[in-house]
C-alpha cells in the first residue's frame, strides 16, 4: 500500500495531466476560429502548448492532410501517462 504523501503527489500529478488536456483542446480549438493573438489568453495557450508541439514536430510531419496531429499525438500520450501511473499506483 502507499502512503498518504505518494497519494497526495500522484493525485496532483493526474491533476495536472488532466488540465493540460484540456488546455491542448482549448488551443486546437482555438486554431479553427483563428482568435486576435494579441488577447493574453491566447498568448497563454500558445506558451503553454507550443513547446511540446515543437518537440512532436521534430519527429511527425507538422501537416497531414491539412490537419495538424501534434495535439492529438500529445493528448494520446498525456492519456496513457494517466492511465499507467492510475494502474502502477492504485
Request: net charge positive; no cysteine.
Amino acid at each position: 500500500m502507499i502512503d498518504a504523501f505518494t497519494t497526495s503527489v500522484l493525485t496532483v500529478v493526474l491533476t495536472i495531466i488532466s488540465l493540460y488536456k484540456w488546455v491542448i483542446i482549448i488551443s486546437a480549438l482555438l486554431t479553427w476560429v483563428r482568435p486576435d493573438p494579441n488577447n493574453p489568453i491566447v498568448q497563454m495557450l500558445y506558451r503553454l502548448t507550443e513547446p511540446a508541439y515543437a518537440l512532436l514536430r521534430k519527429y511527425i510531419p507538422t501537416v497531414f492532410g491539412g490537419m495538424d496531429l501534434a495535439p492529438i499525438i500529445l493528448i494520446f500520450g498525456l492519456m496513457f501517462l494517466e492511465i499507467f501511473l492510475k494502474n502502477l499506483f492504485f
